[in-house]
C-alpha cells in the first residue's frame, strides 16, 4: 500500500512537471509572449489542478498565430502620413500595418439612427459583393432588419457572406442562419465552441464589426447588430456608441480583413497577414489608417499604440470604453503621462453590462485619479471605443480598454488623421463628458480589496 502511494505521488509530481513542460516549450516555440498574470495564473494552475488545466491550456492557451517576422528598413521604407504624427506613422509601421492613405470621404454617426441609416445605406447600395461581420446578431428589430436587406441584396444578385462570431451571436436561432443560408447568404460561424483544437482556440473570439459594400465602402465602430446600439425602447435609451461609414483606401483594407477572417473561421488559415501594398486614393481627402488587432497579428499593435501615446502626448488623452480594466503596463503608462502635466480623460458608464467588468475597473480608476485624472462616470451605458490624443489622431473601432480585447480577440480600429475627424471626435467625446458625474475614488473594505482583486486576476481570460 505504501508503495502504491509513493507510486501514484510519483506519478502525479511526474504528470505536474510534464504539464509545466508544455507550457514552457508551447509558449516559447509558438512565440506566446503574455502578460506576466496570465502567465503566473498559468503556472499556479497547472501545478494546483494539472488534470483539469493541462487539457484546458491545450484547448484555450494559446494567444497568438501570427509569427513576429520583421523586414529591417520596412520602418525607413514607408512614407509617413502628411498631417500625422511622425511617431506613430513610424510606429504601425514598424509592425508592418498598411500605412495611412487619404480617402474620397468619412462620416461619423453621433447617434444610433445615423447609424442606422449609414448601415442599411451600405447595404442597400450593394451592387457587385457584401461582406458583413459582427460579433454579436441578435434576433430582434435590428437583426430581422439587417437580414432582411441581406435577402434583398442576394435578390439583386449581389454576392453576401455573414460572418458570426459563434459566441457572441451564441442566441442567434439556428434557423434563422439556415434560412439565411437556404435563401443565397454564405454564412460562416467563427470558430464554433465544439471544434477541431488544431484549428484554432475557442477563447479567441472574433470582435471585428464591419460591413463592406463592393470593396469600396465600409460601415464600422463598436455597434453589434442588435436593438440596444440603435434604437430607444421604452424607459431603455439606446446605448451610447460610435460608428462611421468611409469610402476608399480604408474600405478597401477593411474588405482584405474580412476575407482573412472569413478563410480562417473555421481554423484553416489563422495565419494569414494583409498585404502592405497601398491602394489607389484621391489628392485630396480625409486621412485614416486601418488598424487590425489580435491573434493574426505578431504584434499587440493597438496596445503599444496607446503605451506610446502616453510618452508621446503633449496636451491631451481623451478616452471612452464600456470596460476598463487595462494591464500595468498601459495604466502605469497613463499615470506617468497625468504627472508630467498631460490631461488624461476617462469616461465610462456608471454601470456597465457586466457587473464583473465593474468590479475589476475599480483599482484602475482610483490609480488613475490619484495621478491626476479626470474619470467620468456616464448615466447611462456608454459601448463607445474611442481615442482622442492631442490634436493628431482620433481612433474609433471595436477594441475596449481591457485585457481581453488589448490581448487575446480579433478586434479592428481606425485611426483617423484629418483635423474634421479629429475636431468631430473631440466635440462628441466633449458633450457625453458634460452630461457625465465626476468619479470619487475612496477607499474599499478589507473584503472589498479582496474581491477586487480575485475579480481582476481572473479577468485576462473572462
Given at each position: 500500500?505504501?508503495?502504491?502511494?509513493?507510486?501514484?505521488?510519483?506519478?502525479?509530481?511526474?504528470?505536474v512537471?510534464?504539464?509545466?513542460?508544455?507550457y514552457?516549450?508551447?509558449?516559447?516555440?509558438?512565440y506566446?509572449?503574455?502578460?506576466?498574470?496570465?502567465?503566473m495564473?498559468?503556472?499556479?494552475?497547472?501545478?494546483a489542478?494539472?488534470?483539469?488545466?493541462?487539457?484546458?491550456?491545450?484547448?484555450?492557451?494559446?494567444?497568438?498565430?501570427?509569427?513576429?517576422?520583421r523586414?529591417a528598413r520596412l520602418?525607413?521604407?514607408t512614407?509617413?502620413?502628411?498631417?500625422?504624427?511622425?511617431?506613430?506613422?513610424?510606429?504601425?509601421?514598424?509592425?508592418e500595418?498598411?500605412?495611412?492613405?487619404?480617402?474620397?470621404?468619412?462620416?461619423m454617426?453621433?447617434?444610433?439612427?445615423?447609424?442606422l441609416?449609414?448601415l442599411?445605406?451600405?447595404?442597400?447600395?450593394?451592387?457587385?459583393?457584401?461582406?458583413v461581420?459582427?460579433?454579436?446578431?441578435?434576433?430582434?428589430?435590428?437583426?430581422?432588419?439587417?437580414?432582411?436587406?441581406?435577402?434583398?441584396?442576394?435578390?439583386?444578385?449581389?454576392?453576401?457572406?455573414?460572418?458570426?462570431?459563434?459566441?457572441?451571436?451564441?442566441?442567434?436561432?439556428?434557423?434563422?442562419?439556415?434560412?439565411?443560408?437556404?435563401?443565397?447568404?454564405?454564412?460562416q460561424?467563427?470558430m464554433?465552441?465544439l471544434?477541431?483544437?488544431?484549428?484554432?482556440?475557442?477563447?479567441?473570439?472574433?470582435?471585428?464589426k464591419?460591413?463592406?459594400?463592393d470593396?469600396?465602402?465600409?460601415?464600422?465602430?463598436?455597434r453589434?447588430?442588435a436593438?440596444?446600439?440603435?434604437?430607444?425602447?421604452?424607459?431603455?435609451?439606446a446605448w451610447?456608441?460610435?460608428?462611421?461609414?468611409?469610402?476608399?483606401?480604408?474600405?478597401?483594407?477593411?474588405?482584405?480583413?474580412?476575407?482573412?477572417?472569413?478563410?480562417?473561421?473555421?481554423?484553416?488559415?489563422?495565419?494569414?497577414?494583409l498585404?502592405?501594398?497601398?491602394?489607389?486614393?484621391?489628392?485630396?481627402?480625409?486621412?485614416?489608417?486601418?488598424l487590425?488587432?489580435?491573434?493574426?497579428?505578431?504584434?499587440?499593435?493597438?496596445?503599444?499604440?496607446?503605451?506610446?501615446?502616453?510618452?508621446h502626448?503633449?496636451?491631451?488623452?481623451?478616452?471612452?470604453?464600456?470596460y476598463?480594466?487595462?494591464?500595468?503596463?498601459?495604466?502605469e503608462a497613463?499615470?506617468?503621462?497625468?504627472?508630467?502635466?498631460?490631461?488624461?480623460?476617462l469616461?465610462?458608464?456608471?454601470r456597465?453590462?457586466?457587473?464583473?467588468?465593474?468590479?475589476?475597473?475599480?483599482?484602475?480608476?482610483?490609480?488613475?485619479?490619484?495621478a491626476?485624472?479626470?474619470?467620468w462616470?456616464?448615466p447611462?451605458?456608454?459601448?463607445?471605443?474611442?481615442?482622442?490624443?492631442?490634436?493628431?489622431?482620433a481612433?474609433?473601432?471595436?477594441l475596449?480598454?481591457?485585457?481581453?480585447?488589448?490581448?487575446?480577440?480579433?478586434e479592428?480600429?481606425?485611426?483617423?488623421?484629418?483635423?474634421?475627424?479629429?475636431?468631430?471626435?473631440?466635440?462628441?467625446?466633449?458633450?457625453?463628458?458634460?452630461?457625465?458625474?465626476p468619479?470619487?475614488?475612496?477607499?474599499?473594505?478589507?473584503?472589498?480589496d479582496?474581491?477586487?482583486?480575485?475579480?481582476r486576476?481572473?479577468?485576462?481570460?473572462?
Amino acid at each position: 500500500m505504501i508503495r502504491v502511494a509513493v507510486l501514484s505521488g510519483l506519478g502525479h509530481a511526474v504528470f505536474v512537471a510534464v504539464g509545466l513542460l508544455i507550457y514552457v516549450m508551447a509558449t516559447r516555440i509558438g512565440y506566446q509572449r503574455r502578460h506576466p498574470s496570465a502567465a503566473m495564473g498559468w503556472v499556479l494552475a497547472i501545478i494546483a489542478f494539472p488534470y483539469f488545466a493541462v487539457p484546458l491550456f491545450l484547448l484555450v492557451g494559446t494567444r497568438k498565430f501570427g509569427r513576429p517576422v520583421r523586414h529591417a528598413r520596412l520602418a525607413s521604407s514607408t512614407p509617413l502620413p502628411q498631417g500625422g504624427p511622425a511617431w506613430a506613422a513610424e510606429l504601425l509601421a514598424c509592425m508592418e500595418l498598411a500605412p495611412a492613405q487619404r480617402n474620397h470621404a468619412v462620416d461619423m454617426h453621433a447617434d444610433g439612427s445615423a447609424a442606422l441609416r449609414g448601415l442599411m445605406h451600405t447595404i442597400d447600395g450593394a451592387e457587385r459583393s457584401l461582406d458583413v461581420c459582427t460579433f454579436v446578431f441578435a434576433n430582434d428589430e435590428i437583426g430581422r432588419l439587417v437580414a432582411q436587406g441581406l435577402l434583398r441584396a442576394v435578390q439583386r444578385g449581389v454576392a453576401v457572406r455573414l460572418l458570426v462570431d459563434a459566441v457572441g451571436s451564441l442566441q442567434m436561432p439556428h434557423r434563422l442562419l439556415r434560412g439565411l443560408r437556404r435563401d443565397g447568404v454564405q454564412v460562416q460561424r467563427f470558430m464554433p465552441v465544439l471544434h477541431n483544437p488544431l484549428r484554432g482556440r475557442t477563447n479567441l473570439r472574433n470582435h471585428r464589426k464591419l460591413v463592406v459594400a463592393d470593396g469600396e465602402r465600409l460601415w464600422s465602430g463598436g455597434r453589434n447588430l442588435a436593438c440596444e446600439y440603435f434604437l430607444d425602447r421604452p424607459g431603455v435609451p439606446a446605448w451610447i456608441d460610435l460608428s462611421y461609414v468611409a469610402q476608399g483606401p480604408l474600405a478597401v483594407q477593411a474588405a482584405l480583413q474580412f476575407a482573412a477572417d472569413w478563410h480562417a473561421a473555421s481554423g484553416r488559415a489563422p495565419r494569414t497577414v494583409l498585404p502592405l501594398a497601398p491602394v489607389p486614393e484621391p489628392p485630396e481627402g480625409p486621412l485614416a489608417q486601418w488598424l487590425p488587432s489580435g491573434p493574426d497579428h505578431a504584434d499587440d499593435t493597438v496596445h503599444a499604440l496607446l503605451v506610446a501615446a502616453a510618452y508621446h502626448a503633449r496636451e491631451r488623452i481623451v478616452a471612452f470604453t464600456p470596460y476598463f480594466v487595462p494591464d500595468d503596463a498601459l495604466l502605469e503608462a497613463w499615470c506617468l503621462a497625468c504627472r508630467r502635466g498631460v490631461q488624461v480623460t476617462l469616461l465610462v458608464p456608471a454601470r456597465s453590462n457586466h457587473r464583473l467588468a465593474d468590479w475589476a475597473r475599480e483599482r484602475s480608476l482610483r490609480e488613475l485619479a490619484a495621478a491626476g485624472a479626470q474619470v467620468w462616470l456616464a448615466p447611462h451605458m456608454v459601448h463607445a471605443k474611442a481615442v482622442l490624443i492631442d490634436d493628431e489622431v482620433a481612433l474609433c473601432g471595436s477594441l475596449n480598454l481591457d485585457a481581453r480585447s488589448l490581448f487575446l480577440n480579433y478586434e479592428a480600429m481606425a485611426a483617423f488623421y484629418s483635423p474634421a475627424q479629429v475636431r468631430w471626435l473631440a466635440d462628441w467625446c466633449g458633450a457625453e463628458i458634460a452630461r457625465a458625474a465626476p468619479y470619487r475614488g475612496r477607499r474599499p473594505s478589507w473584503g472589498r480589496d479582496v474581491a477586487e482583486g480575485v475579480v481582476r486576476a481572473v479577468g485576462f481570460q473572462l
